[in-house]
């Protein structure tokens, strides 16, 4: 990947100094998430409800689960920016971050389910977030249906950026929603005034955000590499093909 | 203002004339409807009788989601075949009046089905009282509607722009449509168990006034871009 970078980028592009940004961010990454998870599991105290020991993965799921929203988010702006600059730029940070945050959901679904097996018993409870987050998947993969249909570069970036923002929109209003009806099974970890944890539990939960968050950067920085060298990729097709 | 609100009506007269000319929208959605009914009578009552009541709400607005996802397609359609559109966009017209006048024709032929259809359904479905409960319904019919043709046809416009036009429709519309479907069919649901006011529907109608209020907002913002030139 790294050497293919380089190639067909060639001397003009930074593509050193990226590569090194993008690898210090892995490495930031994969130490605060080695380290946020060890600290979970023997330093924070096991749960004192019901859950028990099945509440670690609270660990990797949740800051899953905030890294997928805030990737959501960055579509969302990179819309609104494409939509009043014309920017090809701001298209590919906007996929990318689709393209991650449909990923980082799809890994939400799986430990809330896993979770969801061991605390509830069941693997799929129609509850509120889980919810949420099927309902936020179907609609950001048919934002990549949408750009399968639409040929013309210019015409595709904004009718992506406008679907991004809409279905931004849509997501918190899907969980409030699914809140009107009754019966919930998630729990309310941190309420307004309390934060309903430890500071053991706190650390080692911030900890495993920062890693997660910073995961995310890193292979945002990638996917939009990647997304260029398609678009040059499709680029030299076309003039090959003439 | 005054040119806007001429060039809208004038717009929307267009729509209705047209449809009225061949009807073949009105007519396939309601016999559409009628047959989702028959369907959904059949689906559910496959092991001997339940309590239907208990499933009218949501199925009413499921049988009304797709029977606007007809229409929906077809309101554009026509416009794109015919370089109707293409006349449209060259007319000193804001684009902004076209959404507006395509939102309200495709809110009347919506309602003239719901106007049809759901005697029918109560008929079919209903044994509760709901004519004590009429207003409630209406109200509640009303906001729903609204909410459906905002979204619908700011999606439609977007899908018949695509190259696959009508199959990417339902793929964008129906989850961007769920919290308005959970809103409506359990406000649905409470008036045909005979359970609701006005005022115990009043927690579901704010929800659905604020999801109308929001798609209005970022229709309004984004047609411009949705129509291209």
Redesign the interface.
């Known amino acids: 990947m790294e050497s293919a970078t380089s190639a067909v980028a060639g001397a003009s592009r930074p593509g050193i100094m990226r590569i090194g940004v993008t690898t210090a961010v892995f490495a930031a990454a994969g130490a605060l998430l080695a380290i946020g998870l060890l600290l979970a599991f023997w330093w924070a105290p096991t749960d004192a409800s019901a859950m028990g020991f099945s509440q670690k993965i609270f660990y990797y799921h949740a800051p899953i689960a905030e890294t997928a929203l805030l990737s959501f988010g960055i579509a969302f702006v990179a819309g609104i920016l494409y939509l009043r600059r014309q920017d090809a730029r701001y298209d590919r940070l906007g996929v990318a971050a689709v393209r991650l945050g449909l990923l980082f959901s799809g890994l939400v679904m799986a430990t809330g389910m896993i979770w969801g097996k061991a605390a509830w018993g069941v693997f799929w409870a129609w509850e509120p977030r889980l919810t949420t987050f099927l309902i936020a998947c179907l609609l950001y993969a048919g934002y990549f249906v949408l750009r399968g249909t639409v040929e013309e570069e210019s015409r595709r970036a904004t009718y992506s950026a406008l679907f991004a923002i809409i279905a931004f929109v849509d997501v918190p209003i899907t969980f409030f929603a699914t809140r009107l009806l009754p019966e919930g099974l998630h729990p309310v970890v941190i309420r307004p005034g309390s934060s309903g944890m430890d500071h053991r539990d706190f650390i080692a939960f911030m900890l495993s955000m920062a890693g997660m968050t910073l995961l995310l950067v890193g292979m945002l920085r990638i996917e939009i590499g990647i997304e260029a060298l398609r678009e040059e990729l499709q680029y030299l097709k076309n003039r090959l093909g003439r | 203002m005054r040119l806007g609100l001429r060039q809208y009506r004038a717009m929307v007269r267009k729509d209705i004339i047209a449809e009225l000319r061949t009807k073949e929208m009105v007519v396939s959605m309601f016999l559409f409807v009628v047959l989702a009914m028959i369907v959904f009578h059949y689906a559910f009552t496959a092991r001997g009788s339940v309590r239907m009541s208990l499933l009218t709400g949501g199925m009413l607005w499921v049988v009304f989601l797709f029977g606007a996802l007809l229409g929906l397609n077809r309101s554009f359609v026509h416009e794109k075949d015919e370089g109707c559109l293409d006349g449209l966009l060259l007319c000193p017209v804001d684009r902004v009046t076209i959404f507006l006048s395509k939102m309200t024709a495709n809110l009347v032929f919506l309602a003239l089905i719901q106007l049809l259809a759901v005697p029918v359904f109560l008929l079919f479905f209903s044994t509760a009282d709901v004519v004590a409960h009429l207003p409630a319904l209406i109200v509640l019919v009303i906001v729903a509607d609204l909410g459906i043709v905002t979204l619908g046809t700011?999606l439609a416009t977007?899908s018949m722009?695509?190259?696959?036009r009508d199959?990417?429709l339902p793929?964008?519309f129906l989850?961007?449509i769920?919290?308005?479907l959970?809103?409506v069919a359990?406000g649905t649901a409470k008036v045909f168990n005979g359970e609701a006011g006005l005022a115990s529907l009043l927690?579901?109608l704010v929800?659905l006034v604020v999801?109308d209020a929001?798609?209005l907002v970022?229709a309004y913002g984004?047609y411009d871009?949705?129509i291209?030139e």
């Open positions: 700011l977007i722009n695509t190259r696959s199959l990417l793929i964008l989850p961007l769920i919290p308005l959970i809103a359990s927690g579901v929800f999801y929001v798609f970022l984004t871009f949705a291209g």
